[in-house]
């Protein structure tokens, strides 16, 4: 059974409309300034400093700290604030609807469960224990996750720091350690436009685009057999879009595709888009295409934690300590971890709620299971103050 307050802190985050801009039918339905708002006066209530950062107009970072200045370890919890669109749902989205042990809602899962989770095991005492033994609580809220990780990015431009980092995420309380970066590109050829009924007269850009998928599937299927992870498994491609041509009597001049490249921990970023480039100049050498251009949309970096790391002893023993079998494991999908990873030398991913739920027109979290996300949290910082004050991780 779950704690009456922990619910109804995710009761009080999901009736709080924080949806990406991008994603919104409704304009007040819109940006992270509210939840960050209520955020800010909980965590201040707490004990916690807390800064609003503007990174858009009405859509701020949160960050709040509590603890020593000059600290022996600073661990930091980030989550992001912002959700997708409620487009399609089959309840009311900001209004929490239970079906036995399960509470329905947009962000219920993503990623407003796991942020409950941790706030409600952020209490004072605790808080007070954990900067007695030299540790500083980080709490960021971020915005636009959704949308490009770009509150994440935000952080690190800013120049924060920490020794260990929580992301949370719906994770169903698995251990995620490691996963794959991306590179989203918008390739783009050129034809020559002719009358249909002379197609010899015009360069089809559609059938040179044609050449350019072959060309790209050629090559993952070369970096498939050149790398493989024992964890995250090989890279992989998918072309998820493609536009092109004007009427079914007009040879195309024109045609674009957007394809999204998956990376694994250790490969080079530009050297894979300088690759796509050199073989769009072949093609076009060869006549196929009349011109070509690829357009970086998102570049993000993968992320891998030694399995060993103190993080992860700590956390694998607060779950064994809440009754669970800790579960580490890699992901194939993206989160803040792969920038943040920049920051922090142990970094991993983790909180209540299915990954498979998110975004969904039902999106749900099991009650239980929060409530076991809050339980371990709570453990993991108890023993980390323990082992803090006894010099340890």
Known sequence: MADQQLVRLLEE?????????EYVENPAAAGEARIAVFLADR?????????????????????????????????????????VGVAGM??????????GSL???????????????????LSRDRLEKLAAAGVQIVF???????????????????????????????????????????????????????????????VNAITGMSDVMQFLHRRIAEDQRLRHDPVLGRPTLNIGMIRGGYAVNIVPDSCSIEADRRTLPGEDEAAIIERIRGGLVELQGEGRITSHSVRVIKVGRPF????????IRALKQGIEQAGRKPRLEGAAWYSDAGILSQIASEVVVFGPGSIKQAHTADEH???????????????????????????EG
Request: net charge negative; hydrophobic share 40%.
């Open 304 to 311: 891998q934690t030694a399995e060993n790391c103190s993080l």
């Open 90 to 99: 089959s309840r009311p989205p900001f209004q929490a609807a239970f079906e």
């Open 13 to 21: 985050l999901v009736s709080i409309p924080s949806v990406s801009p």
């Open 140 to 202: 960021a809220g971020v915005m636009g996750e959704e949308t490009g990780n770009i509150g994440a990015v935000r952080l690190v431009e800013k120049g924060l720091r920490a020794d260990q980092i929580v992301v949370l995420e719906p994770t169903e309380l698995s251990i995620i350690h490691t996963h794959k970066g991306m590179i989203w590109l918008r390739v783009e050829v050129g034809g020559l436009a002719a009358h249909g009924s002379n197609p010899d007269r015009g």
């Open 43 to 83: 965590l201040a209530a707490s004990g916690f400093k807390v800064e609003l950062d503007e990174v858009q107009p009405g859509r701020p970072n949160l960050i709040a700290s509590f603890g020593p200045d000059q600290p022996r370890k600073t661990l930091l919890f980030e989550a992001h604030m912002d959700t």
């Open 365 to 391: 979290i099991d009650l239980d299971d929060l409530q076991a996300g809050c339980d371990i949290v709570r453990r993991f910082l108890d023993g980390m103050a323990d082992g803090s004050r006894q010099g």
């Open 103 to 121: 509470l329905y809602a947009r962000g219920a899962c993503d990623d407003k469960g796991p942020m409950a989770a941790a706030l409600a095991a």
